[in-house]
């Protein structure tokens, strides 16, 4: 049993996948920095100071009463909120994972050789223009010699 499992597990595609997760988990780290840390702090600037991590709406007050200063400050008092911020954010990190993902695939696709066409295994007959193999020396069709 343990043997089938190392097979497995040392297969390349099994591997190939680990990495791909390892490198998608650290690509999707870089990537909520960039939207937290640079990209949202500009907008929300431009936007009138907004912090898009703390806009949020009180579904129900915890123990204390609001108003709350911060999504965290809801939670540590009890409250449910809706955190429309953080989903903004994730939105964002969604479109940038996705445009990266998209400007790989289309560079990968540019680099594939195409595959040559296939050698032709027909040819018109000269009299009926009927597909015909390259070998015949007799139209099937129209019975013409070629």
Same mark, same amino acid.
């Given at each position: @049993?343990? *043997?089938?499992?190392?097979?497995?597990? @040392?297969?390349?595609?099994?591997?190939?996948?680990?990495?791909?997760?390892? #490198?998608?988990?650290?690509?999707?780290? #870089? /990537?909520?920095?960039? %939207?937290?840390?640079?990209? @949202?702090? &500009?907008?929300?600037?431009?936007?009138?100071?907004?912090? $898009?991590?703390?806009?949020?709406?009180?579904?129900?007050?915890?123990?204390?009463?609001?108003? =709350?200063?911060? /999504?965290?400050?809801?939670?540590?008092?009890?409250? %449910?909120?809706?955190? =429309?911020?953080? $989903? #903004?954010?994730?939105? /964002?990190?969604?479109?940038?994972?996705? $445009?990266?993902?998209? @400007?790989? #695939? *289309?560079?990968?696709?540019?680099?594939? *050789?195409?595959?040559? +066409?296939?050698? &032709? !295994? !027909? *040819?018109?007959?000269?009299?009926?223009? !009927?597909?015909?193999?390259?070998? +015949? !020396?007799?139209?099937?069709?129209?019975?013409?010699?070629?």
């Amino acid at each position: @049993m343990m *043997k089938e499992f190392r097979d497995f597990a @040392m297969r390349g595609s099994v591997v190939d996948l680990a990495v791909g997760v390892v #490198i998608g988990a650290a690509f999707g780290a #870089i /990537v909520k920095s960039l %939207v937290d840390d640079v990209l @949202m702090p &500009p907008i929300g600037l431009l936007l009138g100071n907004v912090d $898009f991590s703390n806009l949020f709406l009180v579904l129900k007050e915890g123990a204390t009463a609001a108003p =709350y200063l911060s /999504v965290a400050a809801a939670k540590a008092a009890g409250a %449910v909120t809706l955190n =429309y911020g953080l $989903f #903004i954010n994730a939105i /964002v990190s969604f479109l940038i994972v996705a $445009f990266a993902i998209f @400007m790989v #695939i *289309k560079n990968l696709n540019r680099l594939k *050789k195409p595959e040559p +066409a296939a050698a &032709p !295994t !027909t *040819k018109d007959c000269p009299h009926c223009a !009927t597909a015909i193999p390259l070998a +015949a !020396t007799r139209c099937p069709h129209c019975t013409s010699q070629l």
